[in-house]
């Protein structure tokens, strides 16, 4: 785990009466930038804990809908400096709008109004809505713990989220960690790309904390059917899987988790949803 985690004194402190403070080694998990470029131009930076980063790159790249696959891609050089150097395949112009729309996702303060919500939208190349993976929900029951065993840094330092790509019997195919949320999506994309293994048909994301929009979209943009967490989605993160006929589960804790949208894909017992739902 070199370069993933680093270590540092800390003075552990107790309520008066108990222990009394301690000095003591901890181990924190590192975050450092990470800037790719394409072209020579600067497309992202992204606050990240180092490791996998071709696979984040590749992962950000078909997220924001700036490649299709590993054919459109000629190559990623690890620059110093923390620099991720892009090669599009054929001669690809450098994506000026995804730039703006990167712009604005990183600088605005919040998703404002209609108009933001579409600027910062994209259109995946994947119909999700007619993938028929069904899942029961003891299979949906059994990912956390799934997920959790192989966090290694997490177990480590407690300070990272993970995201895993699972088949519908609920193996797990692939595991990434990061400081960010966002990044260990981005990591578990990039992996599928790497491997041609674009869209990711058949099978579940599962997310630790929240499932936000963005989340969603990244999904969304590598055609995955379902996406689960065990924390809440937020408003939008519902209503564009219902809109693309995604399955979005929340609170997937225990032998209990709602489910917010594309409820059908859950088999054995799936109540329907409320109206509007």
């Known amino acids: 785990m070199t370069g993933r985690t680093a270590r540092r004194r800390v003075l552990r402190v107790s309520v008066p009466g108990r222990t009394p403070p301690d000095a003591r080694a901890d181990l924190l998990a590192v975050e450092e930038p990470l800037e790719i470029r394409v072209a020579g131009q600067p497309l992202s930076v992204t606050m990240r804990t180092p490791g996998d ?10 997220a924001e809908g700036i490649i299709a696959g590993p054919a459109e891609l000629a190559g990623i050089t690890m620059c110093a400096g923390n620099v991720a150097e892009v090669l599009l395949a054929g001669g690809l112009p450098l994506p000026l709008e995804r730039l703006r729309r990167h712009f604005l996702t990183s600088s605005a303060c919040g998703v404002c109004g209609q108009d933001s919500i579409e600027s910062i939208r994209l259109r995946s190349r994947y119909d999700v809505s007619g993938d028929p993976l069904r899942i029961t929900p003891g299979t949906l029951a059994a990912l956390p713990d799934r997920l959790r065993a192989a966090q290694r840094v997490f177990a480590s330092t407690g300070g990272l989220h993970a995201a895993g790509v699972f088949s519908p019997g609920g193996t797990l195919l692939v595991m990434r960690e990061d400081v960010g949320r966002p990044n260990a999506v981005d990591k578990v994309i990039g992996w599928a790309v790497r491997r041609d293994r674009l869209p990711l048909a ?56 709602n489910v917010y949208a594309g409820a059908e894909r859950v088999a054995a017992g799936a109540a329907s949803p409320a109206p509007g739902g």
């Open 53 to 62: 980063d071709l696979d984040l790159t590749a992962g950000f790249l078909a």
């Open 202 to 257: 058949g099978c579940v994301l599962l997310v630790s904390g929240r499932a936000s929009f963005e989340l969603t979209q990244k999904a969304l943009m590598a055609g995955l059917p379902v996406l689960a967490a065990v924390s809440a989605p937020s408003s939008l993160a519902a209503e564009l899987a219902a809109e693309s006929g995604m399955t979005l589960v929340g609170f997937l804790r225990g032998a209990s988790m």
